[in-house]
């Protein structure tokens, strides 16, 4: 399974996340590819990372905050995300294009 998947033009991203690191990135895919590591300096607390993990992929995908939904994940560090129509993929992911 891997961490990236097409649906038509949408992309799904599972990811892990890391609340209050330094600074917002993707670090790097898990060893078994099932999720990628996203790190967050915003607290788990009140959908605070939640919001701020939709932030940081809608401006690493160029696309507007109302593009990315959470599919899963709610109250977990795991997490399923939707993107309609990414605009760009950030160089640091590797990601095959869609073809659709």
Not at 19 to 43: C, E, H, I, M, N
Request: aromatic residues 10%.
């Amino acid at each position: 399974m891997s961490w990236y998947r097409w649906e038509g033009e949408d992309l799904e991203l599972r990811v892990r996340v890391q609340p209050r690191a330094p600074r917002d990135a993707f670090d790097t895919p898990d060893p078994s590819g099932a999720y990628y590591w996203v790190r967050l300096k915003a607290p788990p607390v009140e959908g605070k990372g939640n919001k701020a993990l939709q932030r940081f992929i809608a401006d690493a995908f160029g696309v507007p905050l109302s593009q990315v939904s959470l599919l899963s994940g709610d109250r977990a560090r795991y997490k399923r995300l939707r993107i309609q129509r990414p605009r760009q993929i950030p160089s640091s992911l590797t990601i095959a294009p869609c073809n659709g």
